[in-house]
């Protein structure tokens, strides 16, 4: 099975700034890479596909890059409606591994 | 609009099933599939299977086979998530979740999510 490594775990950061979270897959996974957006008590939200694709109604502040094994999703001029947890997603082959989230705080 | 309308609450004891129920609306229900994806109290997300609603294909995590059935209703839109010999890591809520593109395991829309509890 692809594993999927996010960090950091947890970053505190202001409104205004940028922020990275990087995502790494135990293989190559080409460009089949997602990212979600999940708020507490709420579904996780796609913001991102194909690693660099954003999906329909995302800001454009969101946007993610990489390829083969490292990716990253990054965040600039931070919103407070931003503070939430991300989720990196492989979907390369037949199956979907997230990896472990990172919770985005407010400093 | 798109619609994914799921099943209420559920406690069982360890070692009963549960089947969890997925409703569709909003899109051609044939030109997607459907995964289900839980998440433990306090926990990240887990893909858990797909199952595609055009010819009934099942794909599901390794870590699972044998004990999760998913299946469809074209009838009523509407696809089914069986567990059965439930322990308590089983413990979550449980979603399901739209592909996009099918055949592609992410995901446009989910479900509400429905919350199993495993405990005698």
């Known amino acids: 099975d692809i594993q999927m490594t996010q960090s950091p775990s947890t970053l505190s950061a202001s409104e205004g700034d940028s922020v990275t979270i990087t995502c790494r897959a135990s293989?190559?996974?080409?460009?089949?890479l997602a990212w979600y957006q999940q708020k507490p008590g709420e579904a996780p939200k796609l913001l991102i596909y194909?690693?660099?694709s954003l999906e329909s109604g995302v800001p454009s502040r969101f946007s993610g890059s990489g390829s083969g094994t490292d990716f990253t999703l990054t965040i600039t001029n931070l919103q407070p409606d931003d503070f939430a947890t991300y989720y990196c997603q492989q979907y390369n082959g037949y199956s979907g591994t997230f990896g472990q989230g990172t919770k985005v705080e407010i400093k | 609009q798109v619609q994914l309308v799921q099943s209420g609450a559920e406690v069982r004891d360890p070692g009963a099933s549960v089947k969890v129920s997925c409703k569709a609306s909003?899109?051609?229900?044939?030109?997607?599939?459907i995964s289900w994806v839980r998440q433990a109290p306090g926990q990240g997300l887990e893909w858990l299977g797909w199952?595609?609603?055009?010819?009934?294909?099942?794909n599901y995590a390794q870590k699972l086979q044998g004990r999760v059935t998913m299946t469809t209703d074209r009838s009523t839109n509407t696809v089914y998530m069986e567990m059965r010999s439930l322990r308590s890591e089983d413990t979550a809520v449980y979603y399901c979740a739209r592909s996009k593109a099918l055949g592609y395991y992410y995901f446009d829309y989910w479900g509400q999510g429905t919350l199993v509890t495993v405990s005698s």
């Open positions: 194909k690693t660099s």
């Open positions: 199952i595609s609603i055009y010819n009934g294909n099942t």
């Open positions: 293989q190559t996974i080409s460009n089949w």
């Open positions: 909003g899109y051609t229900f044939t030109s997607s599939g």
